[in-house]
């Protein structure tokens, strides 16, 4: 019986999340119980533990006597977001295996092309998905499966605020060039250049996001 609990309670979960990353449930929304229950055809239960495992990875805030709610951050916290984004790229490049270096700029470079075949298709919300995937092979290269848990959460809650928000035509133009040039740099193996690309990579999205703070 708790093993089919805790099945129920991570399909749900896993649900959730996806509707959540990719902008379907809206920031700020409310989540029904009820609503969610009925949909998916369990009892509340693995609703209210799914719930309780999105608001372990701050994707949703539960509100006493108001509800369950799509997280909306504030500036604090998207500075916050931001900041733990870029220390964990970072930080998993200078751990990451130098000997692998060219390998991960290979695969990443198969990323770009798709990146690339996005854009000819202007499919933005294909363009964010292979983003999100670039950077999170990035983090994995450090072999460190703390780094990587770690940066699982700010990196849902990054895909939250892109869907949300957005990004102009002209800034994923840029993006893709310099994912271009950390893929190459990778393959050359010069990671000095890498590092310096994605810290102002990482510095502009900070700054874009950050500095006006898209009304939050």
Do not use: W
Request: charge should be neutral; include cysteine.
């Amino acid at each position: 019986m708790k093993e089919r609990r805790k099945l129920l309670r991570d399909i749900v979960y896993s649900r959730l999340k996806s509707r959540i990353v990719i902008g379907k449930l809206a920031m700020g929304s409310k989540l029904s119980e009820n609503l969610i229950a009925s949909e998916f055809g369990v009892s509340k239960s693995p609703v209210r533990d799914a719930i309780q495992m999105l608001e372990r990875d701050g994707l949703v805030i539960v509100k006493q006597q108001s509800g369950t709610f799509v997280v909306r951050p504030t500036k604090k916290h998207l500075k916050e977001i931001l900041e733990h984004r870029h220390a964990i790229e970072i930080g998993s490049l200078r751990f990451c295996d130098k000997d692998r270096l060219s390998d991960l700029g290979q695969e990443l470079s198969e990323l770009v092309e798709q990146m690339e075949m996005a854009i000819a298709q202007d499919n933005t919300a294909l363009f964010y998905i292979l983003d999100r995937q670039f950077h999170e092979q990035i983090v994995a290269s450090s072999g460190n499966q703390l780094l990587v848990r770690s940066y699982e959460i700010s990196s849902a809650l990054m895909a939250v605020i892109l869907n949300h928000y957005g990004l102009s035509k002209d800034y994923v133009m840029k993006a893709y060039g310099e994912h271009c040039a950390i893929a190459n740099f990778m393959i050359d193996g010069d990671l000095k250049s890498v590092l310096s690309i994605l810290d102002a990579h990482l510095d502009v999205e900070r700054n874009i996001y950050y500095g006006d703070a898209r009304s939050l």
